[in-house]
Nanobody, 114 residues
Framework: VQLQASGGGLVQAGGSLRLSCAASRSIFAISLMAWYRQAPGKQRELVASIASGGSTNYADSVKGRFTISRDNAKNTVSVQMNSLKPEDSAVYYC?????????WGQGTQVTVSS
């Protein structure tokens, strides 16, 4: 299974971006879909996750600004990022955790200029 992430780019502080991630085929028994990010010199960190039942979890740094959503029928996960800050700049990775394994997208760059 391949995950294709899209939607990254360059935006000014205060702007918005929407990242989307689509699986190349249907994935059985997905338990969790999430977005992570990794800035240069830093460890990869969880940004937001959404469980199969719809419950969400956000990093404190993005609460109130980011919203994660999923489309179970299409095996897609998206994150709407508003009020972006320069410290949000990173490579963003989508992740799908399922019965058959743990899948990662290739990463999409988000750069927020001040």
């Amino acid at each position: 299974v391949q995950l294709q992430a899209s939607g990254g780019g360059l935006v000014q502080a205060g702007g918005s971006l929407r990242l989307s991630c689509a699986a190349s085929r249907s994935i059985f028994a997905i338990s969790l879909m999430a977005w992570y990010r990794q800035a240069p010199g830093k460890q990869r960190e969880l940004v937001a996750s959404i469980a199969s039942g719809g419950s969400t979890n956000y990093a404190d740094s993005v609460k109130g600004r980011f919203t994660i959503s999923r489309d179970n029928a299409k095996n897609t996960v998206s994150v709407q990022m508003n009020s972006l800050k320069p410290e949000d700049s990173a490579v963003y990775y989508c992740n799908i955790r399922a019965l058959g394994g743990d899948y990662w997208g290739q990463g999409t760059q988000v750069t927020v200029s001040s």
